[in-house]
């Protein structure tokens, strides 16, 4: 990779250029934050466990018609990928309630939802990425109308996929986070990541509500065990993705 450089480093990841302006490299690092950065450490091997697991998601989502910036994994904590522009937008798609929902509304933990939500939240570090509205979005000109209305439809086909995966894995997908972006064709790509650090996944084997947890919840939380809990996730991953042909 002779013309790499540092693009933009962020909270777990770094992106690197190649000699191809089309295409980026994206390494993952061990760093986890949690509560806007105000929470910060490491989880052991994380960025190899994450790199793994989202590789593996983003071929699964391309083979069911889904399109991604991923290309290729190129080392144990790097991603080729396209280079987009990344939507100001986190599209979080819950089917039980858990986090901020829970914050938000009162529901209790655990309740399964009436049908999957779609929320959108404003990603600025300054703001606190606040929740937004459709309207809003049109308002602070985020995306446009059509564009909120591919996102919801690409969201919930990814929630298909993913959810129905998971539970082949044993693994209740409760909630996960996407961001979008716009290649040089102005396609809307699924970028970012998908991993235990912006989903949230329980282990079905598992009744009591902290042992079950597979997730960055772990840190979040201080439960401990945390690179136990992603190399978990991994392993299952692995081993249905093998027996998918993925
Ligand atoms: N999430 C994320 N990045 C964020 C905020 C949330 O990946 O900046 C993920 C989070 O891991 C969970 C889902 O989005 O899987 C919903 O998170 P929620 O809104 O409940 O917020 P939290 O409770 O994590 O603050």
């Known amino acids: ?10 909270k777990a990841k770094i992106v690197y250029s ?16 949690a509560f806007n950065a105000k929470k910060r450490g490491q989880i052991a091997g994380k960025g190899e466990i994450n790199c793994a697991i989202s590789s593996h998601l983003f071929r699964l989502l391309e083979q069911h018609g889904v399109a991604t910036h991923f290309i290729d994994q190129v080392s144990g904590n ?14 979080v798609v819950r089917n039980i309630a858990a986090g901020s929902l829970c914050l938000q509304t009162g529901m209790e933990l655990g309740t399964v939802l009436k049908f999957p939500l779609v929320d959108y939240y404003y990603k600025n570090d300054a703001l ?22 591919q996102l919801r439809h690409l969201a919930l086909q990814v929630n298909q996929v993913l959810s129905a995966f998971f539970q082949a894995c044993g693994i209740t997908l409760v909630d996960f986070k996407l961001e979008f972006g716009i290649d040089h064709q102005q396609r809307l790509l699924l970028a970012d990541e998908i991993s235990p650090d912006t989903c949230r996944l ?20 201080d439960l401990g065990e945390v690179e136990t809990a992603y190399r978990q996730v991994l392993e299952r991953v692995l081993s249905q993705s093998a027996h998918r042909g993925v």
């Open 1 to 10: 990779m002779p013309d790499r450089q540092q693009l933009y480093e962020g």
């Open 18 to 33: 190649t000699d191809d302006p089309q295409v980026l490299i994206s390494y993952f690092k061990d760093d986890a934050t």
């Open 78 to 91: 790097e991603m080729k990928v396209w280079a987009v522009k990344i939507l100001p937008l986190e599209v």
């Open 128 to 149: 606190g990425d606040p929740l937004l509205t459709p309207d809003r979005i049109l308002l602070l000109e985020l995306a446009t109308s059509e564009q909120i209305e």
């Open 202 to 221: 329980w282990n079905q084997a598992e009744t009591d509500p902290d042992r079950r947890v597979l997730d960055k919840d772990r840190f979040r939380r």
